[in-house]
């Protein structure tokens, strides 16, 4: 009996959802009723396409991402899990990490990040805790620029003066995450807005974007990259922003260019 209750009390709850304007599957991944997913970036410029591997398998769709290609979320298990990433058709991994206990309800990220030596990883455990009744976008930023290493994420209406401001995300380092990993992601309200990265504690932009909207219930992971071309020819602040749309779109990267004249 307890058991039915809980369950028509989710029901409940996402017809509420649904009659509001919300999201369902959001509710579902707040009740942690929903199995664990996650998704790949691959941020490497000048790379050849990367396989995805979590505990030593490429799962559904998950193989020969190309540089700033991003995967559709996919389902996986609870638990400790491995995850790495190998040259397109191999299992041998350039660079490896674990999530100690993945949990139902719960995003994950994996990126392959640029390094000057070798290639790095970065991970991201989303807990996915949004408001039953919220509509509100969710937003996090990555720095995978080994080009710009601690930057100042803004997320702005356009005409914004940042100097009046404080950053959306502030302090974002290479290789982590703000908010961080395990942490869950800001709140914006839907709507029209551009996007500004600053060196972190700087008011002068490197990177400016052309309005964009953003949706009601969206979620997005705002990754910085390098320009595109090998390593050894990455510019200091040479940048772009990768927008990783969470929920299967079908257009699951968007790249947010620069319009600032001189990158």
């Known amino acids: 009996m307890k058991l039915i209750r809980t369950m028509a009390a989710v029901i409940g709850v996402a017809s509420v959802l649904t009659a509001c304007g919300g999201s369902g599957s959001d509710a579902a ?3 942690g009723i929903t199995d ?3 998704h790949f970036e691959n941020a490497v410029p ?10 030593g398998s490429a799962p559904g769709g998950q193989t020969n991402v190309a540089y700033l290609g991003v995967t559709n979320f996919t389902n996986i298990g609870t638990g400790a899990t491995t995850v790495a990433y190998a040259a397109t058709g191999t299992k041998t991994a350039l660079a490896s990490g674990s999530f100690p206990d993945v949990a139902n309800g719960h995003e ?7 390094g000057l030596t070798s290639p790095g990883i970065g991970m991201i455990d989303d807990p996915f805790d949004k ?3 919220s509509n509100d976008a969710r937003v996090r930023a990555f720095n995978a620029s080994a080009n710009a290493t601690n930057l100042d994420i803004y997320i702005v209406p356009a005409g914004t003066n940042i100097n009046t401001v404080s950053p959306t995300m502030a302090g974002v380092a290479f290789s982590n995450a703000v908010p961080a990993s395990g942490q869950d992601s800001l709140y914006l309200s839907g709507g029209t807005y551009i996007a500004i990265a600053t060196v972190a504690g700087s008011k002068t932009a490197i990177f400016q974007s052309a309005s964009f909207s953003l949706a009601n219930n969206a979620d997005w992971l705002v990754t910085t990259v390098p320009i595109s071309g090998t390593l050894s020819q990455l510019l200091p602040g040479q940048i772009h922003l990768l927008v990783a749309q969470g929920g299967n779109t079908g257009t699951p990267a968007i790249e947010l260019t620069n319009s600032l004249t001189n990158q």
Do not use: H, M, Q, R
Not at 46 to 55: A, C, E, H, Q, T
């Open 29 to 31: 991944k707040t009740l």
């Open 36 to 38: 664990p997913e996650i």
């Open 46 to 55: 000048g790379s050849s396409p990367y396989d995805f591997l979590v505990n």
């Open 108 to 114: 994950y990220t994996v990126i392959a990040l640029p």
């Open 131 to 133: 408001g039953l009744l």
